[in-house]
């Protein structure tokens, strides 16, 4: 079972550097089909699997807005990160972390990406934690989604956001230096 | 006694601000448990914080007689105020074995000094869960214990006792009483202090503005009241 899950993760990473390279927009779309049904797979339904993935769809249309305001010619980029998206983190959620970690050995470049992915799963659990709590915050705080002020506490809210992103990404990063993992 | 730590008229300020500490001096010895005490914003987290060299402060910082350094900064054990900070593997196990195979401790070896420091903090039966999956509480712990593992001289705790219930902080308590490295408590909660620590610093506004044996500081209300702590 670890030996499949190990293996799926792999080819998930690969098609994920692989949509990189492909510029033929039929094959990214059906990428990024395969990827929703895949998280639809793993996060039990669509509708959770479109909601988990909607500030990368956010970025992705924000993405396109600034290039057709900008009157530069549409590029295939947008789908590109939706789709690497999808794969990679579907393949972080099947990855067998336990046992990866043990794995690798001391100071070899195995451990070194163990552990870089290992704080990059970290730092998206606080990550999202965080975002969680200011966005929820901001909700109380206003009585309609689009209402008077939404705009501005929205504002708010993101820069409270970030600010307070900087100040974990600083403490975990200050914490894992004393313990001689940063290097 | 041999002191652990030494702090000679240590002055920090952030960039353009106001200083933050002023002419802070005071010494820790081996097996010793000292507590600082002050108010939100006295400048604890930030003492702590220059005395690791994770801030660059004037003044003399010394540890184990030498200057900070990584040599001297592996000797000491850090928790905190966020466990989430700390821990991020898969397991207990693995947060606390890894750091000690990396240093080069045979993997049997590091295992079985992991669940022996675990044991010390009533953490044993958790050792493969993840941290993520703990009471507050238990994260704590789990946070002294990776410190712990390391074998360390010299213990700094930032806010132990933060958000955490009274049964979870006699649990710490408890742990960190039979604990037989130095110890640096930063808190604002007089009451923990009183029953752990043999000596305690009151900061305010940046300063020492007192400093003595624990009982007797912490029994004088006009001091305590002046600093803000009741």
């Keep these: ?183 | 006694m041999r002191p652990v730590l030494e702090v000679e008229n240590l002055s920090f300020s952030f960039e353009q601000g106001k200083p933050c500490l002023r002419d802070i001096s005071f010494q820790v010895f081996e097996g010793e448990c000292v507590g600082i005490v002050g108010p939100n914003g006295a400048g604890k987290s930030t003492l702590l914080w220059c005395l690791l060299g994770l801030l660059k402060s004037n003044g003399s910082i010394r540890l184990f007689g030498e200057k900070v350094s990584k040599r001297s900064l592996a000797r000491v054990g850090v928790v905190f105020q966020n466990p989430e900070d700390q821990l991020f593997m898969p397991s207990l196990m693995e947060d606390l074995t890894l750091p000690l195979i990396n240093r080069g401790l045979p993997r049997e070896a590091a295992r079985g000094r992991a669940l022996e420091t675990l044991r010390l903090m009533g953490l044993a039966d958790l050792a493969e869960r993840s941290a993520t999956q703990l009471s507050l509480g238990e994260r704590k712990r789990a946070s002294i214990a990776a410190a712990l593992a390391g074998s360390p001289e010299l213990l700094l705790l930032d806010e132990p006792t933060a958000e955490l219930d009274g049964r979870s902080e006699r649990q710490l308590k408890g742990a960190l009483w039979q604990l037989p490295v130095a110890r640096v408590i930063a808190t604002h909660h007089v009451e923990f202090l009183r029953e752990i620590t043999t000596r305690t610093l009151v900061l305010c506004d940046g300063r020492i503005v007192s400093e003595g044996p624990t009982r007797e500081l912490l029994a004088n209300e006009s001091l305590l009241e002046e600093a803000g702590l009741i």
Aim: charged share 15%; proline share 4%; net charge positive.
């Design chain 1, 1 to 183: 079972m670890r030996f499949a899950r190990y293996t799926a993760a792999c080819c998930l990473l690969g098609a994920a550097v692989g949509v990189a390279f492909v510029n033929a927009p039929v094959w990214l779309l059906r990428a990024v089909l395969l990827g929703f049904l895949l998280r639809a797979m793993l996060w039990s339904g669509l509708g959770r699997a479109v909601r988990a993935a909607l500030p990368v769809l956010v970025f992705a249309a924000a993405l396109v807005f600034v290039q057709w305001v900008s009157r530069s010619p549409l590029t295939l980029l947008p789908l590109k990160v939706v789709a690497v998206f999808l794969f990679t983190t579907v393949a972080f959620r099947i990855l067998p972390w336990a046992s990866l970690a043990s794995c690798a050995r001391p100071g070899s470049l195995l451990q070194t990406l163990v552990l870089f992915a290992l704080f990059v799963r970290h730092f998206a659990h606080i990550f999202t934690g965080e975002g969680l709590r200011m966005f929820r915050a901001r909700a109380l705080c206003i009585s309609k989604p689009c209402g008077r002020g939404a705009f501005h506490s929205l504002v708010w809210a993101l820069a409270a956001f970030f600010s307070r992103s900087i100040v974990r990404a600083e403490r975990f990063y200050a914490a894992q230096w004393l313990r001689g993992w940063a290097e």
